[in-house]
């Protein structure tokens, strides 16, 4: 007998002259609580069939917190959390107070699909209100890409013109790309313990999250580059000023090749390509880090801090290329041909 970490082989047979028919081992089946009679699913994935059972109805997992037990910040943190594990309710009882209250607003104002469904003296219940079909992940990644790009470009911006009233703006508005961070992040939670609802290309649920992992680091770091911009005591000179756009422009134009590529075709001499011309780039990054090193100029140091937010960029890129190599190559029927060159 096989372990149990080992896979069954059946063969297929032919029942009736009009059914095939696969047969499970008792034993297997015991354990997992089935009998005769009992519906399962087979879901294609890929060249393989995944076998599960159907989901319920009103199945709804609900996570319950203590307001007694937790202080508003460590509530507000896990009403996130419970989102970001899958949670389709979560339930605030132990008669929250205004404190208590308003941290929970406050998670949920930060997530997407989810709203307070009910409130009492007793209690506060958030439900979420996703319909996944109508959020395909490649449409949530796009405006992950779109905005983070958005304010990457307006904080270089803003810091080349030490314009620190345009980075007080510019900072916190990474929250957009934060929300749709916990979106795929909660999907790929899901992923874990059930089936999709849906396919989406070659990505995997993995795959969409480690995606937007890279986004939203690229965001965190716009928003570095926003505070820049409050300390810069004057604009750089025009040379500097023109190299670091220029390093930024061609470092926001690497994540886009790179995540269009991952989201589209695909394609690993393409994405290859992106990741060797990014390691260029790289290059000319830290020749201008010592060229301001040399300089010794007044802001040299913050204007560091921006071009490393820049070179931070160009990683997460290729960080994105990666991912969509990782899936090329797991999804070629013939991988000995799939490989860049």
């Given at each position: 007998m096989t372990d149990r970490t080992d896979p069954y082989e059946r063969k297929v047979q032919l029942t009736g002259g009009t059914?095939?028919?696969?047969?499970?081992?008792?034993?297997?089946?015991?354990d997992r609580s089935l009998d005769t009679g009992d519906t399962l699913h087979l879901h294609p994935r890929g060249g393989r069939l995944l076998l599960a059972p159907p989901e319920t109805e009103g199945g709804d997992r609900t996570v319950s917190l203590s307001a007694a037990r937790h202080d508003p910040?460590?509530?507000?943190?896990?009403?996130?959390?419970?989102?970001?594990?899958?949670?389709?309710?979560?339930?605030?009882?132990?008669?929250?107070?205004?404190?208590?209250?308003a941290a929970v607003r406050d998670a949920v104002?930060?997530?997407?699909?989810?709203?307070?469904?009910?409130?009492?003296?007793?209690?506060?219940?958030?439900r979420t209100m996703l319909d996944v079909a109508d959020l395909p992940p490649t449409r949530t990644l796009e405006r992950m890409a779109d905005r983070t790009l958005s304010l990457h470009a307006e904080a270089v911006a803003a810091a080349l013109a030490g314009d620190g009233e345009a980075g007080r703006k510019i900072r916190g508005q990474d929250d957009d790309v934060d929300r749709l961070f916990g979106l795929?992040?909660?999907?790929?939670q899901r992923s874990l313990v059930e089936v999709p609802a849906h396919g989406d290309g070659g990505l995997t649920p993995f795959d969409h999250y480690a995606i937007a992992r890279q986004l939203e680091r690229v965001a965190d770091h716009a928003e570095k580059i926003a505070e820049a911009a409050e300390a810069i005591a004057e604009p750089p000179s025009d040379p500097v000023a023109a190299d670091l756009d220029r390093l930024a422009t061609d470092a926001r134009a690497a994540v886009e090749r790179a995540f269009s590529e991952a989201i589209g075709e695909c394609d690993p001499r393409a994405l290859g390509a992106?990741?060797?011309?990014?390691?260029?780039?790289?290059?000319?990054?830290?020749?201008?880090?010592?060229?301001?090193?040399r300089r010794e100029l007044a802001d040299g140091y913050v204007l560091a801090t921006v071009l490393d937010s820049i070179t931070r960029t160009v990683e997460y890129g290729i960080n994105v290329a990666e991912v969509g190599l990782?899936?090329?190559?797991?999804?070629?029927p013939d991988r000995s041909t799939a490989e860049p060159t």
């Open positions: 059914t095939y028919t696969v047969s499970l081992p008792k034993g297997w089946a015991n910040t460590g509530i507000g943190r896990l009403v996130a959390a419970a989102y970001v594990a899958g949670a389709d309710v979560v339930r605030v009882d132990g008669s929250p107070d205004r404190a208590d209250r104002g930060g997530l997407v699909g989810i709203e307070i469904a009910e409130e009492t003296a007793e209690t506060m219940v958030a795929l992040s909660r999907e790929f992106m990741v060797a011309d990014a390691e260029e780039l790289l290059e000319e990054t830290r020749r201008l880090d010592r060229e301001l090193y990782r899936a090329a190559l797991r999804n070629a």
